[in-house]
């Protein structure tokens, strides 16, 4: 769009070139003719910004109608400010003055441009610092054979195949379990010191939470795996037995040690 | 095993900030303030080292990070992960928030007189910002907040950390305050008793001198 409000502008006195493009919006732009001449904020000469704001948007086409709505809204704040201006103002002392609630937004709008430009300060020192982590090589794809006569018909086909491979974000954090399988086989190890066999739910009792019984199940199988005991459950759903393994004998019965009233069903 | 050496193999296992709090549960010996006294005991050796990286103070929690001066050596390489800067209208619409948080949409675009739902939206997909809340009243609208990702981002701390109103170079700035919420509310009360200057000149000249009947009129009738 043109947006550069050069030609037939000059000569006028107290005219400014702007080009509407490099504004964030109207408030940058009214900051802008604001600052750029030295005007008192508190004491905005409504009738001279009003002109020059109309003028420096006079380029804006009908076509970016979004951005320009938000011109023509201040535009219309400014005429609207302007006429009231205009009124005698004969009621009580304490009427606010009609540019109150304007300059008031510009000084906001200026405080907040200056926090923009500390946070993008604050934002390239962290970028100069780096965590750990990596970002993923770019996938090759196998380079196909193509013969070297082609043609144009072959290109456009291809081009359409082409994929954009999707973008994978990775993150890990350290996180730390509730509860350690370490601290299940300390328990196991204490419950079986002066028994052959404890029931897995009596090691659960006081722990309400699932993990407990996870990290339980993950420590007997663990103590399993080292060959300190070895579990046995006479059918689905039926209590778990945890033995404690006589000695190192590989060949030892653990037939022998059986809970009696299990006896039938173990077999089975 | 040394609190440090525990505390320091977290740190380094971590690629993001971690707080003494998550630290402590490494071992049943650790708690928050052993935790920081081991992160200044490490802080001391490794700049007594000289060695390339820091235990930073970052969005709450600690994090390891490498010294800003080695930058250009990391900055060759494409794998290493660079966190892509925000741009101008981003900047603004965030430093609204973290100052005003919680606001909605309708407040923002007030605040920067142009429509902001396409940067809201950008900032909540790279997680600077989050729907912390409904506002009451019509459409009960969203209210964004800062997340921890924008501390990181920006290398802060806290949200303490972020440059105070009053530190800024601005004319009267303690009339239009951007402060936390208990300084809102005085800051809103200062704000109705703007005082401004008489009218300019031009405007002073043309309203004494031509008092216009019918714009007068016209300016009671709606308010009856």
């Known amino acids: 769009m043109d947006l550069t409000v050069a030609e037939g502008a000059a000569p006028r006195e107290g005219f400014l070139l702007v080009e509407v493009d490099r504004f964030q919006g109207p408030l940058d732009l009214l900051l802008h003719l604001i600052r750029t001449q030295d005007i008192d904020v508190f004491d905005i000469p409504i009738s001279k910004i009003t002109d020059q704001f109309l003028q420096a948007i006079r380029g804006i086409q009908a076509h970016d109608l979004d951005g320009a709505g938000e011109f023509l809204e201040m535009a219309a704040t400014l005429v609207r400010i302007k006429a009231q201006m205009l009124l005698p103002r004969t009621e009580e002392e304490e009427d606010e003055d009609p540019r109150a609630e304007l300059v008031r937004r510009l000084l906001e709008y200026e405080q907040i441009r200056e926090i923009s430009a500390r946070l993008s300060a604050a934002e390239a020192d962290r970028a100069r610092r780096f965590g750990k982590g990596f970002n993923p090589p770019r996938p090759r794809r196998p380079v196909a054979e193509t013969p070297l006569e082609t043609t144009w018909e072959e290109v456009w086909e291809a081009a359409l195949r082409v994929e954009m491979p999707e973008p994978r974000l990775r993150q890990h954090r350290v996180a730390t379990r509730t509860v350690a399988m370490e601290d299940k086989i300390v328990l196991i190890l204490d419950a079986l010191r002066d028994t052959t066999r404890v029931e897995f739910t009596g090691l659960l009792r006081g722990f309400e939470e699932k993990i407990h019984g996870v990290m339980t199940f993950l420590a007997g199988l663990e103590l399993t795996r080292r060959r300190i005991l070895f579990l046995r459950q006479s059918s689905p759903f039926a209590e778990l037995w945890i033995y404690r393994r006589e000695d190192e004998e590989e060949g030892g019965d653990p037939e022998d040690i059986r809970p009696p009233e299990e006896e039938g069903a173990a077999q089975a | ?224």
């Open chain 2, 1 to 224: 095993m040394n609190a440090h050496q525990i505390v320091e193999a977290v740190l380094f296992a971590s690629d993001a900030p971690l707080t003494a709090d998550e630290i402590a549960r490494a071992d049943e010996t650790l708690d928050e303030d052993r935790v920081e006294d081991a992160i200044r005991f490490l802080q001391a050796e490794y700049d007594d080292a000289e060695r390339s990286f820091q235990v930073v103070e970052l969005a709450e929690g600690y994090q390891v990070l490498t010294r800003p001066e080695f930058a250009p050596y990391l900055e060759r390489f494409d794998n290493v992960p660079r966190p892509s800067r925000l741009s101008g209208p981003a900047l603004e619409t965030l430093a609204i928030i973290a100052y005003r948080q919680p606001l909605g949409r309708i407040e923002m675009e007030y605040i920067r007189g142009v429509g902001s739902a396409g940067v809201l939206k950008t900032l909540q997909d790279r997680e600077m910002i989050e729907v912390v809340g409904r506002a009451e009243g019509l459409g009960r609208p969203v209210l964004y907040g800062t997340t921890a990702r924008f501390l990181e981002h920006f290398g802060f701390k806290s949200l303490e950390e972020l440059p105070r109103p009053e530190e800024l170079p601005i004319i009267l700035r303690e009339r239009v305050q951007l402060g936390p919420e208990e300084e809102v509310e005085e800051a809103e009360a200062d704000s109705d008793q703007l005082v401004l200057g008489e009218g300019s000149e031009a405007t002073a000249s043309v309203s004494s001198d031509e008092p216009d009947p019918n714009v007068a009129q016209a300016e009671e009738t709606p308010s009856g």
